[in-house]
C-alpha cells in the first residue's frame, strides 16, 4: 500500500487557478489534469505489513488517523498513519480476530473503536467484529462477503453484501439468537453497499449484473432507483456516497466510472481515461479532500 501526498504546481497551472473557470464542470475536471501535471513534489512510502495482496482498506472517521487493511494473509491489520508514514520502523496492529481465507471488505463504527471485516472461506463465510484486543462477535454468511457498512446513526447496526446475492442488515445487539433482516435478495452478486450518511435509511448497492441501485430499508426486496436510465444492466463493483449523501460515485466493469446525484437516474458525470480498464479485478471508490472529490482506486496490491 503507497500513500502520496504533497504537490507543486508549475507556473502556467497557478494562472490557470486564479481564472474564475470552475462554474463549467468539464473545465474543473481539466484543472485536475493539469495540476496532477504539474506536480513536482509527490511523496510516498511503502507501508508493508502483509503477506499477499491487500484486497481492503478503510480510513478512521475521524480525519484518517487511523488505517486499517485485510487481505490474502487473513490478517486485519490497523496502522496509525502518523507514524506509519514519518516514522522509520512503525508496526501494524494486528487485531485478534482470524479469518479462515481472502479477506474482502472492511469498515470501521462511528466511534473507531470497532472494526468490521468480511471474507471468504469454503464452508463458512465470516463477517468478524473486532475490538482493539479482542473478538466481538462473529456472523455467518451464505457466501462470500464483498461489502460493509456500518450505519451513521447506531453502531449496533450494519449491512453486508454477498456473493449469494443478498444484502443484510445485521444488530449485533440480538446475538446470538437474532436473525439478520433481508433489505435485497438477487440471482446475482452484490459486490458492495454504503447506507446514505445524510439518510440512513437508505443505501446504495453494486450489483454485478444488476448495476448501481437505491434502497429504501423500509420497502425491502424492491429498489427506488436503478441507475444508470437504458444502459442500467451492467456490471457495477464499487459505490460510495459523499459526505453529504448527495452524488454516488460507481466502478463499473469495463466502463469508465461514474457519478451519480441521488435521485437522477442518469449519471451527472463520466470519467474517461485512456489509460483504464477495469476488466476483472477488484477495485473500489471514494470520496476524498476538502471538497469530496471523485476518486477511482485501485484496492488490492502486491
Known amino acids: 500500500m503507497k500513500e502520496v501526498k504533497g504537490c507543486g504546481m508549475r507556473s502556467s497551472v497557478g494562472f490557470l487557478s486564479q481564472r474564475r473557470l470552475f462554474g463549467n464542470p468539464l473545465m474543473k475536471e481539466e484543472f485536475q489534469r493539469l495540476r496532477l501535471a504539474g506536480c513536482t513534489s509527490l511523496y510516498k512510502k511503502d507501508m508493508l505489513g502483509h503477506f499477499g495482496c491487500v484486497n481492503a482498506i478503510e480510513f478512521s472517521n475521524n480525519g484518517g488517523e487511523y488505517l486499517v487493511s485485510g487481505g490474502d494473509d487473513r490478517r486485519v491489520l490497523l496502522w496509525n ?21 481472502n479477506i474482502f471488505c472492511l469498515a470501521f463504527d462511528s466511534t473507531n473503536k470497532r472494526v468490521f471485516s468480511g471474507g471468504q472461506w469454503t464452508n463458512h463465510h465470516l463477517l468478524i467484529c473486532h475490538s482493539i484486543s479482542e473478538t466481538l462477535n462473529v456472523f455467518l ?3 462470500a462477503v464483498y461489502g460493509l457498512s456500518v450505519s451513521p446513526v447506531n453502531d449496533n447496526v450494519f449491512a453486508s453484501s454477498s456473493d449469494d446475492g443478498r444484502v443484510l442488515i445485521w444488530d449485533t445487539r440480538e446475538r446470538p439468537h437474532g436473525e439478520p433482516f433481508c433489505l435485497a435478495n438477487y440471482p446475482s452478486a452484490f459486490h458492495s453497499v454504503m447506507f446514505n450518511p445524510a439518510e440512513p435509511r437508505l443505501l446504495a448497492t453494486a450489483n454485478s449484473k444488476e448495476g448501481v441501485g437505491l434502497w429504501d430499508i423500509r420497502k425491502p426486496r424492491t429498489s427506488l432507483l436503478r441507475y444508470g436510465g437504458s444502459m442500467s444492466l ?28 441521488l435521485h437522477s437516474r442518469l449519471p ?8 483504464y480498464f477495469n476488466s476483472c479485478t477488484m477495485k473500489s471508490c471514494c470520496f476524498a479532500g476538502d471538497e469530496d472529490q471523485p476518486r477511482a482506486l485501485v484496492r488490492s496490491g502486491d
Open 141 to 143: 454468511h451464505d457466501d
Open 81 to 101: 498513519m502518523e507514524r506509519a508514514l514519518h516514522a522509520r520502523s512503525a508496526k501494524p496492529l494486528k487485531l485478534k480476530g482470524e479469518h479462515l481465507s
Open 268 to 275: 451527472s458525470f463520466q470519467f474517461d481515461n485512456q489509460g
Open 234 to 261: 451492467q456490471s457495477a463493483m464499487s459505490v460510495r456516497f459523499n459526505s453529504a449523501g448527495t452524488q454516488l460515485l460507481a466502478l463499473r466493469r469495463r466502463l469508465p466510472p461514474v457519478l451519480y446525484e
